[in-house]
């Protein structure tokens, strides 16, 4: 089956500092990720959707020089949370599918859950 | 706009069945979606309907009504383990996944 791996689990960051996370597709090529945030007891909410080799398209209300998405290869998508603070503490998951191929179901990483203090 | 409703919670008893109703407006349809999510844990992908009518995966059936804009989940010989969040989401015409809030099932003994 399709597997998406992300990374780091979970991380603990000082307010003001950059965190990245990694989302990779193992046995597959991932035409378009996806990046969500998920809030204690709330629904997934769409940050942005990103195509290999283009830059991504952030939903509305989320700031694009604050998460800064990289799509450069078929495999691994990167989202770097820049200067942290608090409120951006939140579970962060990615999800990847390959359109390219037909393939409509979306897989998801384990999801990142970021605290920032 | 573009909408999906499904129940908040659910409430279902150990070796049971329980349905959950899935309701959409979108714009556009290439298929719908159910997901698990334990809590604190990612989503996980349990069914894929493009066509009308029920499809069958061990315990777990997913049913699609596209003229009514309806699908139901159902899930059968309940276990502690199901306790979860289910999602359904649908595919628009973009390819985009348009997801509901999600169901929460409390499984009790």
């Known amino acids: 089956g399709a597997v998406v791996s992300q990374h780091p689990s979970w991380v603990i960051c000082k307010s003001g500092t950059s965190v990245k996370i990694e989302c990779r597709s193992l046995?597959?090529?991932?035409?378009?990720m996806f990046w969500y945030r998920q809030f204690p007891k709330q629904s997934l909410m769409l940050m942005a959707t990103?195509?290999?080799?283009?830059?991504?398209?952030?939903e509305q209300g989320v700031e694009k020089d604050k998460f800064l998405i990289n799509h450069a290869s078929l495999t691994l998508s990167t989202l770097t949370v820049t200067s942290a603070h608090p409120e951006d503490s939140s579970f962060y998951i990615c999800?990847?599918?390959?359109?390219?191929?037909?393939?409509?179901?979306?897989?998801f990483g384990q999801g990142t859950r970021l605290t920032v203090v | 706009g573009q909408n999906i409703d499904q129940p908040t919670e659910m409430t279902a008893t150990e070796g049971a069945i329980v349905q959950i109703n899935c309701t959409y407006q979108?714009?556009?349809?290439?298929?719908l979606f159910w997901y698990q999510q334990h809590a604190g844990e990612a989503p996980t992908f349990l069914s894929y309907?493009?066509l009308d009518g029920l499809e069958e995966k061990g315990r777990f059936s997913s049913f699609l009504s596209r003229s009514k804009g309806y699908s139901y989940l159902l899930l059968k010989e309940l276990q502690m383990k199901d306790s979860a969040s289910y999602l359904c989401a649908v595919l628009d015409s973009n390819y985009q996944l348009i997801w509901g809030a999600g169901t929460k099932l409390i499984i009790k003994p």
């Open positions: 979108t714009s556009g349809f290439n298929g």
């Open positions: 046995d597959f090529q991932a035409t378009t």
């Open positions: 990103s195509n290999e080799g283009s830059k991504a398209t952030y």
């Open positions: 309907n493009v």
């Open positions: 999800s990847a599918r390959d359109l390219g191929q037909g393939e409509v179901i979306a897989f």
